[in-house]
């Protein structure tokens, strides 16, 4: 179980989120979608404390931290909160000095101190998931954008997180490269792993989140089914978004 309860946060006087509440069940994928600006990326990035709240809480399995203002909150409790996710972001972000295996393994020997033998089988595990196995020794400057993404992926589900938050993972890439990153997505949704993704890729979220949350000026304009909310959406914000994209989502329902 994901709750986030009261979500505010501001940057000085920028007010980006406003009082947002959400409980998302395991197992579950959400699409965060909405215009730039409107608040998707720092609430995702919010999950996992790569941006403090404002005030508020947040639950993610047993672990909940509250916020306000003036008040610092530890880095053992952001660490044990930040342990329960998987963090996949924009630009990839693998070790360039690291193969593809080293950048799987790295977090599992120097953050869990597991056995080199252990962590190879888990990274080498993983590469197979995301069918990139055979670049196991590939350094990330010789691996195309869907390549490396990939890899990121596989490094996010390294250390088994209780929920995968994805940061618009296909936006740096090409239409036929991201197809790639899409089709791994949706096989770990089908497999039942919980995430969150921030996205502008309407087919990304059409073929894999579960439920879709418009967001626009840091506040839940809409929420549902991605082919309610991307066909027959109910508040004029949502359809006046939608109207404005060129090219509609490809269902798959």
């Given at each position: ?17 406003k009082d947002i509440s959400l409980t998302l069940a395991e197992g579950t994928v959400t ?141 740096a890439l090409d239409p036929e490269l991201a197809e790639e990153v899409v089709e791994v ?66 269902y798959e329902i």
């Amino acid at each position: 179980m994901i709750e986030l309860s009261h979500i505010d946060k501001r940057f000085g006087e920028n007010h980006v989120l406003k009082d947002i509440s959400l409980t998302l069940a395991e197992g579950t994928v959400t699409g965060l979608v909405g215009p730039s600006g409107g608040g998707k990326s720092t609430l995702l990035r919010s999950v996992n404390l790569l941006e403090i709240p404002t005030s508020g809480a947040i639950r993610i399995g047993d672990i909940r931290l509250e916020f306000a203002p003036g008040r610092k909150v530890g880095w053992n409790e952001i660490q044990r909160l930040r342990r329960q996710t998987g963090m996949v972001f924009q630009n990839f972000q693998l070790f360039p000095h690291q193969t593809a295996l080293g950048n799987v393994m790295e977090g599992l020997l120097t953050v869990l101190k597991q056995p080199e033998k252990v962590a190879r089988a888990r990274a080498m595990e993983l590469l197979d998931k995301v069918g990139m196995a055979h670049k196991a020794d590939a350094w990330p400057s010789t691996l195309s954008g869907g390549q490396q993404q990939r890899v990121a992926i596989a490094r996010a589900l390294a250390p088994s997180p209780r929920v995968l938050l994805c940061d618009e993972p296909t936006s740096a890439l090409d239409p036929e490269l991201a197809e790639e990153v899409v089709e791994v997505l949706s096989r770990l949704a089908r497999e039942g792993t919980t995430m969150i993704m921030a996205t502008h890729d309407l087919r990304l979220a059409s073929r894999v989140a579960d439920k879709v949350i418009f967001l626009d000026g840091g506040v839940v304009v809409e929420s549902g089914p991605p082919k309610r909310i991307f066909s027959a959406p109910e508040r004029e914000r949502t359809k006046k978004f939608i109207a404005s994209l060129t090219v509609a989502p490809d269902y798959e329902i």
